[in-house]
């Protein structure tokens, strides 16, 4: 009995060869990213570039575009045209996680369990590097939050919103502060979606009360007290998700597009 004869058609790997436009934006972008254009200056002109990098101008337009759509350039037209890099932002990351999160179902809950993941350790993490910086900064966003009671719950929860990005943020770990900015990005955009401009009776009531406990918060991370810090934010987190589910908003699926 002799072996069957080798056939030729044999499984193949599908490689996918990113465009030249592509590869040029990746150049540009990694050095974006190390700092070598920083924010503010213009990239050499287009003809130049596109001769730097080897490809056509039709190529190289393609690969400013590609930037641009990242947020990461800003071409500008005219005498004083050009491609200027930008200060790279959240917001775009934001979006596009929270558009995913709402595709996958993901509900108010899923929010604050992620906030009291990260933000009570931040909370023990920032009293061993308190400043007087960290301190204006955080007292400063509880004043902007109870002067925007006198423009409703949407003006309240985007101010809330920050102090909970201010307290990643001067942790002093950029990763931390990143991620929470992303959401705070997406709660608000869920809270311009969503909340309506009206007050429930106890709505004055309920900031005051939360901006006691922010106000605690400080206190504790200026006295230097990390672990009654952690234990008291988690603690004021876990009230207030407990508050959500009792209104019966934690199960609302995430709400992002606007009609």
């Not at 490809?55 to 350039?73: F, K, N």
């Not at 045209?81 to 595709?103: D, F, I, K, S």
Request: proline share 6%; hydrophobic share 45%.
């Amino acid at each position: 009995m002799t072996d069957a004869a080798p056939t030729s058609a044999q499984p193949r790997m599908s490689t996918v060869i990113p465009k030249a436009a592509e590869l040029v934006a990746a150049r540009l972008r990694r050095d974006i990213a190390a700092g070598d254009q920083l924010p503010g200056s213009v990239l050499p002109p287009q003809p130049e570039l596109a001769l730097l990098h080897g490809v056509s101008a039709p190529t190289m337009r393609e690969a400013l575009r590609i930037l641009e759509t990242e947020g990461l350039v800003t071409v500008k037209r005219g005498v004083h045209g050009g491609a200027y890099v930008n200060e790279p932002g959240l917001g775009a990351v934001a979006r596009q996680l929270g558009l995913y999160l709402q595709v996958q179902g993901a509900t108010v809950a899923d929010l604050y369990e992620t906030r009291m993941i990260l933000e009570p350790p931040a909370a023990r993490l920032l009293a061993s590097r308190w400043s007087a910086e960290a301190e204006a900064a955080l007292r400063g966003c509880i004043e902007a939050e109870r002067a925007a009671l006198a423009d409703g719950p949407a003006a309240v929860g985007t101010a809330g919103a920050r102090f909970h990005v201010t307290l990643l943020e001067q942790s002093g770990n950029p990763a931390l502060a990143a991620l929470t900015t992303v959401l705070a990005g997406i709660v608000a955009r869920h809270t311009a979606v969503s909340v309506r401009e009206s007050y429930q009776p106890s709505f004055v009531e309920d900031v005051d009360r939360a901006l006691r406990w922010q106000e605690r918060l400080v206190e504790l991370m200026a006295a230097g007290e990390g672990e009654a810090a952690e234990s008291h934010w988690r603690d004021v987190l876990s009230r207030t998700l407990a508050y959500v589910e009792r209104s019966g908003g934690a199960t609302a699926r995430l709400d992002l597009v606007a009609p």
